[in-house]
């Protein structure tokens, strides 16, 4: 079966993503496909490559990296939420005269569109949120 | 045609598990996750208004989230039942659409 | 299943400005509504202050977006349901909501209301009938 | 020696509102801000409760929040103050301490 | 005013996990130690579940902090309020919690218990008599 | 009086950044003191200098950075919050190999004492949050 998962918050602060992950996970290791999570509000925040949590914790994005790296997902964060947050490739930060970005590796930053293709595509959409 | 319903929160903290049982169709299931799974607890003050659905509808609760609070499996009211991440998977594929009450 | 069109359900319970999942989920509505999908949205507990009519944010210094939800018409999002319950429970009544409207090109254009006020259990109704509910 | 709480989310949504209620000392004070300001509208469900604890303590509800939500001043309970951010200022420095039920 | 010594309240309202809140509070407590103030802990609502014995985060992946608790009489945070009507609303009580101890150093040292069950009357005193109450 | 000022969300998602800021302008236009505002849990990301929220929106990152500057306010922004959540100023950045910074004028990295610090020498502290 086809899963859509939607991530509403970000890491640490809400447990949100961390379910997401995990659920994301169960549903590869049993045999369905996720083609698409798609990250919104606060859950851009997943994102970012400048996190250091302390040692003996999670690092969210690392994990969310690995796993779509493992299993070719594809990661999106919205444009318009990044945006009003801070969160920017290296495109974005031309485009708005920046002088950093953020975003980590196998994530992309793309539109509101992709999160409605995203629900007509998947046989279930499963949102994480606060 | 049934609804797997998410609940994330404490329902002693806010009302979206009192509003998703206000919802809920004969033959749906109910998934308490995060804080909501402290609501699974046998003998809490709202424990009666849960068992009162049960013959209706199901409820599951996530096991990692219950040992995260340090709630057993022998303590939660009588008729919830608990399930892992893959269980909490196929709850998603058997029901026909997901609602997150957030 | 690309082909098929889906019913799409935006459950609303949150108030304005307090957070911005208002604001957001509006966006993506928005967006939606190019998508040719069957949309409906649900407004119930906090989430029907999110229609009051004579919102004022100057003193708060954000953007007041609730005349967007007039535009919706223009997007042809056309049902919006309200929970009866709801409102009363926080001393609202219809009276209280923005007065919204689409030109129906079914029916020569006529100017009909947007908003429909619905019962408890038929909320629940209309959540049961979805492809796809989004609750943000 | 009296204590300015501040309650911020929706009395409908969370319970802030109504453990703050529990906790407050006659001659205290309450401040209504951000979505709380929703529970100072007339005839709503918990009306009754706040306007009951209207002799012991004063209830103020911060206008900016009231008008961003359309809801105008000759809609609240009877007895509920209105005040604005220089209001909200001396609120702060005439109690004794502040206390924020988040 | 910053030779007084003041009284502060740490207010603990939110379960562990679902949100940060518990463990970053416990951050501050931590580091508000080391500046001789006087200290005490308020349990109250969800804020019990932080207390509870057994928590095992093995499955979620993330750092179990309730050992932590335990260290806090080492830090000289010996008063941990938990309100008795918050325990049992939500079925738990006094023997589901952690059993915490501080060394009394003005009584030889004597091992005592740093959680003191208090009615919801009692905790509003405590909140009552405090300089700065901390709630995240 | 003095007054201390703690914001515990992000901007955007909640509104207790938005509050705190009116808050301490008209304590400062009432002629109060305000010497620090603490920004903890998510509250750190006020101070990022990536976001570009639409033009019609406020930017309180820079509302917030004009403010201090007019009125010489010490905006502190916890360490260990910052760093699980990913705000970096140069010398964070470098000491943790990370290859960029996002951190705002006007804002300032340090540890939890100085919150304690600011309860310890305010006349009142005021907590704004989720």
């Known amino acids: 079966m086809k899963f859509g998962v939607l991530v509403n918050e970000g890491p640490y602060t809400h447990q949100a993503a961390n379910s997401a992950y995990h659920f994301t996970k169960a549903a590869l290791e049993n045999g369905h496909e996720v083609e698409r999570v798609f990250f919104y509000h606060d859950g851009v925040n997943v994102g970012t490559r400048l996190s250091v949590p302390p040692q003996d914790e999670r690092n969210l994005q690392k994990d969310w990296t690995a796993l779509a790296k493992k299993h070719n997902i594809d990661l999106v964060i919205c444009i318009a939420a990044a945006q009003r947050r801070g969160l920017l490739d290296e495109n974005e930060a031309k485009r708005q005269g920046k002088d950093a970005n953020n975003i980590a590796e196998g994530f992309r930053i793309s539109g509101l569109g992709q999160l409605i293709e995203m629900g007509i595509k998947s046989d279930r959409l499963v949102i994480f949120g606060d | 045609m049934s609804t797997l319903h998410i609940v994330n929160k404490s329902p002693f903290e806010t009302i979206n598990l009192n509003s998703c049982l206000n919802h809920v169709k004969e033959g749906d299931s109910i998934l308490l996750i995060e804080d909501a799974v402290l609501g699974a607890l046998a003998q809490n003050k709202l424990a009666d208004n849960i068992s009162e659905k049960l013959g209706e509808i199901s409820i599951f609760a996530l096991l990692a989230d219950l040992s995260a609070r340090g709630i057993g499996r022998d303590r939660l009211i009588s008729g919830i039942k608990t399930t892992d991440y893959a269980g909490f998977v196929e709850l998603v594929a058997n029901n026909e659409r997901t609602q997150s009450w957030l | ?136």
């Open chain 3, 1 to 136: 299943m690309s082909d098929e069109v889906k019913k799409f359900l935006y459950v609303n319970r949150k108030a304005p400005y307090g957070s911005i999942y208002a604001l957001e989920s509006l966006e993506v509505v928005l967006i939606g509504a190019a998508f040719e999908q069957e949309v409906s949205l649900a407004f119930l507990d906090d989430g029907v202050f999110q229609l009051t009519k004579g919102q004022d944010t100057k003193e708060i210094g954000v953007k007041n977006f609730s005349p967007t939800y007039r535009a919706l018409g223009d997007y042809d999002v056309t049902k919006l349901y309200v929970e009866e319950e709801s409102l009363k429970e926080r001393g609202l009544g219809i009276d209280d909501l923005q007065y919204l409207t689409y030109e129906d090109e079914d029916d020569d254009y006529k100017e009909k209301p947007s908003i429909k006020v619905v019962s408890r259990k038929e909320m629940a109704d209309i959540m049961a009938e979805q492809d796809i509910i989004l609750s943000f």
